[in-house]
């Protein structure tokens, strides 16, 4: 099993940034992937983007693009969402999860974490 502990949301104003963390722990070894995904109040779950464990190379959702950046510390089974520019309708909960490949299907990662929330400010 794989525990997933996102931290680092809380309330900022618009054009500011967060760093968000997704600790893992667990069977650490047992994923190939690791997103990040949000949903705001109303909406579906959305895919914001998305590591590969080993080769570290990323992929964004096209709206996010230069906007977030996705990093991973494999020493510590952390990985990261930097965001800058943040705007009001980037306020929602952000979820990690952990599975076999880095799409951008919800459906396809095993395991998640519980969410932080991120709010942005007018």
């Known amino acids: 099993q794989v525990q997933l502990v996102e931290s680092g949301g809380g309330l900022v104003q618009a054009g500011g940034s967060l760093r968000l963390s997704c600790a893992a722990s667990?069977?650490?070894?047992?994923?190939?992937?690791m997103g990040w995904f949000r949903q705001a109040p109303g909406k579906e779950r959305e895919f914001v983007g998305a590591?590969?464990?080993?080769?570290?190379?990323?992929y964004y959702q096209d709206s996010v693009k230069g906007k977030v950046t996705i990093s991973r510390d494999k020493a510590k089974n952390t990985m990261y969402l930097q965001m800058n520019s943040l705007k009001v309708e980037d306020t929602a909960v952000y979820y990690c999860?952990?599975?076999?490949?880095?799409?951008?299907?919800?459906?396809?990662?095993?395991?998640w974490g519980q969410g932080t929330q991120v709010t942005v400010s007018s």
């Open positions: 999860a952990a599975g076999d490949s880095p799409t951008p299907a919800p459906s396809l990662y095993k395991y």
């Open positions: 667990g069977r650490t070894f047992s994923w190939y992937a």
């Open positions: 590591i590969s464990w080993k080769s570290g190379f990323t």
